[in-house]
């Protein structure tokens, strides 16, 4: 590699407009449909409906529900569990509040495992370290893209007959043994925000093959009201989580391109994987041997050891060459967040953290070896559909760069 080369900036698409996204007239024609059907709403359109239908027979699931966001998608997982004040749900500290908060309104108390520092997933292991009378679920998060070692987490849940939500947020399309991540567990939660696999702005699918969780999450994104039964009702706490039809349509046409959103960011992920994996002290993504990684983003991890000024440095370096890099993902463990450490929820009341097991609450660092040098070790790159083998050369030749001055 000639210096010259490695010094040539490229312009990186990026996932925050139409650069680095697939939007186009496919979009544009069904929202037009829609439009012009004049029903927007879900619960009389066909839009929505033709998308439930079209992301739970991709999954092979019974029942999927569209709802607002990835944060609602969660919500409803976690309603329809239905958990008693102060029941607790096993979750990971490393993850989007989205996944978290939830489970707050739902009155339950997230339980966080710890995380294996090379993936910052949870494990069987880490899971069954925080389980307890009181545990209600569990929620795998595959971070990245990057499936959790699920075969021993179902078994560690079966016997425990606990259900499993995975939060798929940033997983669409990955896989584990011979399924799709999302069927391994009891319900799938997916996010269409800006920056996901497909997006429509905002917007979020939820998959079960539960007829009775599914009959909840129906319920739940509906105010809890009974459309269809012969005495209908408001059968208990709810909220309109409804996704529009001009969403459902948007989603619809991205729904066509998820196949081909997925493959790109493998190829061009491999790529770059070939064109580094030989630099010292720079580790390329760890997958298990039964998964499939669909790299929402390509996560590196720094051997601080190695590499001067570990993953702070190194990302300060790259951003010298043109090349932006998020250190650490998140700036903390999510429990160190005010939301936690300070419990604030509804008013002084701190409810539900009243109800809460002193153990169940207690977010002492040393509990969180692997959280902590998780966070201190990644560096992670964006990614999208549109890099081509030319933004991956140059992405890796920066790194090399760097890590060779
Ligand atoms: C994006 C995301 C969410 C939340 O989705 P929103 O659509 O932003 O509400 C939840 N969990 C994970 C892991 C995410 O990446």
Not at 95 to 107: E, H, R, V
């Amino acid at each position: 590699m000639s210096s010259a080369e490695s010094l040539t900036k490229v312009e990186l698409p990026s996932d925050q407009n139409a650069g680095g996204r697939t939007l186009g007239h496919e979009e544009l024609a069904l929202v037009q449909d829609a439009l012009e059907s004049g029903t927007l709403t879900s619960t009389k359109g066909q839009f929505v409906k033709r998308l439930e239908s079209e992301f739970a027979m991709r999954h092979g699931a019974q029942h999927c529900y569209a709802s607002s966001s990835g944060s609602a998608a969660l919500h409803v997982a976690f309603a329809a569990v239905d958990p008693e004040p102060g029941d607790e749900i096993i979750t990971t500290p490393i993850t989007d509040m989205g996944g978290l908060t939830p489970i707050l309104f739902q009155g339950a108390i997230p339980v966080f495992a710890d995380v294996d520092y090379r993936t910052c997933n949870v494990t069987a292991d880490t899971i069954e370290a925080r389980l307890s009378e009181r545990t209600k679920a569990i929620v795998v998060t595959h971070l990245f893209g990057n499936p959790c070692d699920m075969g021993p987490i179902m078994e560690l849940a079966r016997s425990r007959s606990l259900p499993v939500i995975e939060d798929c947020a940033q997983a669409f399309e990955a896989t584990y043994g011979d399924q799709r991540v999302g069927t391994l567990g009891d319900i799938g939660c997916f996010s269409l925000q800006q920056g996901k696999h497909i997006t429509t702005g905002e917007g979020g699918l939820t998959i079960t093959s539960d007829d009775e969780f599914a009959r909840r999450i129906f319920l739940f994104v509906n105010k809890a009201w009974g459309y269809g039964d012969p005495k209908p009702d408001h059968y208990f706490l709810a909220l309109n989580y409804r996704m529009n039809e001009l969403t459902g349509a948007v989603a619809a046409a991205q729904l066509g391109k998820l196949d081909q959103s997925v493959a790109a960011r493998i190829e061009m992920a491999d790529l770059l994987t070939s064109k580094i994996s030989d630099i010292d002290g720079v580790e390329t993504p760890h997958i298990n041997p039964h998964a499939t990684h669909t790299y929402w983003k390509y996560c590196l991890t720094i051997d601080p050891t190695v590499i001067e000024g570990g993953a702070v440095g190194l990302a300060g370096k790259l951003k010298e060459l043109g090349v932006f890099s998020a250190p650490r993902y998140i700036q903390k463990p999510a429990f160190e967040c005010q939301v936690f450490a300070e419990q604030r929820t509804f008013g002084n009341s701190r409810f539900p953290f009243t109800e809460a097991r002193p153990e169940a609450v207690n977010y002492d660092r040393s509990l969180f070896p692997g959280a902590y040098e998780g966070l201190e070790r990644i560096l992670v790159l964006p990614w999208n559909e549109r890099y081509t083998a030319e933004h991956v050369t140059f992405i890796a030749n920066a790194i090399r760069s760097c890590c060779h001055s």
